[in-house]
């Protein structure tokens, strides 16, 4: 269907709510970057909470798009347009999210490891922190040990996070935290890590603080943290 017709036959705000967080998991699955913005504004000025269409809307249908990646329904164009469609929903729920007024509680470096160019999930985190009254540095994505030493050193942050997505790149934030052992300052930071195929054991393994296995996980374990260290 065309853009125009579907416009014509489809009006997003005559839906339920129900029905429009399903159409906006179909648009998300088929990258409609203008719908998924409009369907994030008629749930916002229906009462949503920014988290919650966040959770139910955009990263439900993500995760639609990621069983049918795996499975080998959609490839990598279909998958990159979904993303794009995600963050323009995003895009939209950023600054709502990091709406709390609050004073800073801490500083925090973020970056997906070498290798990596997955940045949603990061971008999540990113924005949850900023959210809660983090001030966030985001590096991007593909970063080399060097460029998180440099952050470290630059901005001299309460934590860094990382994150990963693939089973290949994971394994790289042992080089980061090794990397940081060998100069002395690993017990500077709060190091914290997240990514799909991350578990506890994998960020024990690596010598992490933490692994969170959401942004919501990431916001409460950095205040956990952060408070430990206020407090010591
Ligand atoms: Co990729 N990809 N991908 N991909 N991709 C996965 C990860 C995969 C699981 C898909 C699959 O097979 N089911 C699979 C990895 C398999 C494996 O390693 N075992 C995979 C693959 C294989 C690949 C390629 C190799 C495909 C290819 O080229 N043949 C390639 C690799 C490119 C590279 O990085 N070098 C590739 C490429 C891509 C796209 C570019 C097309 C696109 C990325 C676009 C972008 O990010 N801008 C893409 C996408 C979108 C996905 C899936 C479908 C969705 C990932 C996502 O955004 N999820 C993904 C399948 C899946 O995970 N279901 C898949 C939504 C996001 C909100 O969740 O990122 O898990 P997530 O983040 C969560 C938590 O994990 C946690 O909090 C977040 C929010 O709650 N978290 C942190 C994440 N980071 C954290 C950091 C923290 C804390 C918590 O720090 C403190």
Redesign the pocket.
């Known amino acids: 269907m065309s853009d125009d017709q579907y416009e014509e036959d489809l009006d997003l705000n005559s839906l339920s709510d129900e029905e429009l967080t399903e159409q906006m998991h179909d648009d998300l699955y088929d990258g409609m970057e203008d719908e998924i913005a409009q369907g994030t504004n008629i749930l916002l000025g229906r009462g949503w909470m920014p988290d919650r269409v966040l959770n139910e809307a955009?990263?439900g249908g993500?995760?639609i798009?990621?069983?049918d990646?795996?499975?080998g329904i959609?490839f990598?164009?279909e998958?990159?347009m979904?993303?794009?469609a995600?963050?323009a929903g995003m895009k939209i729920l950023r600054p709502l999210l990091a709406e709390t007024g609050a004073e800073p509680v801490g500083k925090?470096v973020?970056g997906?490891v070498k290798?990596?160019?997955?940045?949603?999930?990061?971008?999540?985190?990113a924005m949850?922190w900023e959210g809660a009254g983090f001030e966030v540095i985001d590096l991007g994505?593909?970063c080399p040990v060097d460029k998180y030493l440099a952050a470290l050193e630059e901005h001299k942050p309460d934590?860094l996070?990382?994150?990963?997505?693939?089973?290949?790149?994971?394994p790289y934030m042992k080089v980061v935290i090794d990397t940081m052992k060998e100069q002395g300052i690993r017990d500077d930071f709060i190091v914290?890590?997240?990514?799909?195929?991350?578990n506890e054991e994998f960020g024990d393994a690596v010598g992490a603080d933490?692994?969170?296995?959401?942004?919501?996980?990431?916001v409460e374990?950095?205040k956990k943290f952060i408070a430990a260290k206020r407090a010591a």
Not at 115 to 125: M, P, S
Not at 192 to 198: D, I, K, R, S
């Open positions: 955009l990263v993500m995760n798009v990621g069983v990646f795996r499975d959609l990598v164009p998958v990159l979904a993303a794009n995600m963050k925090a973020i997906t290798g990596d160019i997955h940045d949603i999930g990061k971008n999540l985190v949850m994505i593909n934590i996070g990382m994150s990963a997505l693939l089973t290949t790149t994971m914290l890590v997240g990514g799909a195929p991350l933490a692994y969170c296995r959401d942004a919501a996980i990431a374990t950095a």
